[in-house]
């Protein structure tokens, strides 16, 4: 299957390799299946293109690469729902905001994007821990995360989507 | 918008399966207690607001850092860190 896309023109899908978004992004409620797309394994930005609609994709980051002691709480019914046993199964990527001049990068920590790459259903979860923030800065925070210590997905992880054109 | 009045203890159902219980008020705060089918999600409203209009900020505004986003990482770490 291919799909035609906004930022990647055309992008040939493994249909193995959807995300089902069980619990749906807030506001794209009817937009449940995208595909991540990883333009550099060593950056932790990757963006995550909806199948249903070219036009919509998310960048998303890693939130452990720029804050290591981020510890969201998946709430059990949500790790049920999605059949997550233990947390280290679980994919954690967060909504990434971009804004340029000047440039400001701001994470959603609140609402995390959860997912079982396994079965490779996920959704957005929004975390009752009021301190997390919905735009934490990065600015100015990459420099205490040296790139050495970046984790990414397991190798082999089935829901990674190597073959990305590059982008327009 | 359909408004009823309850007591304290009582309870409003939804469909067949959501259940808002009114549970106590302090002042000006009311808790309330849901019961709904898992999977439903329940939110704060002015939290979901917050939420959705970020996510939708960030679909627009991910299309002006096309060029870059690979770059962008380099930009916080490196470059963009100098000043």
Known sequence: MNINTARFGEVPVDESKVITMAGPILGFEQLDRFILIVPDEKKPFWWLQSVDDGAIAFVVANPFAVKPDYEPEIPGDVAQALGIERPEEAVVLCIVNIRKDPLKVTLNLRAPLVINPVTKRGGQIVLEDHAQPIQFDVTGVPKTAPQSSIPVLPPGDPIRMLSVPSPL | ?83
């Open chain 2, 1 to 83: 918008m359909l408004i009823l009045t309850r007591k304290l203890g009582e309870a409003i159902v939804i469909g067949h399966d959501i259940k808002i219980t009114f549970l106590e008020i302090r002042g000006k705060q009311i808790r309330v207690g849901i019961e709904a089918p898992k999977g439903l999600a329940v939110h704060r409203e002015e939290v979901y607001r917050l939420i959705r209009d970020q996510n939708v900020e960030a679909a627009r505004g991910s299309g002006m850092a096309l060029h870059r986003l690979p770059d962008i990482w380099e930009q916080l770490t490196g470059e963009g860190a100098k000043k």
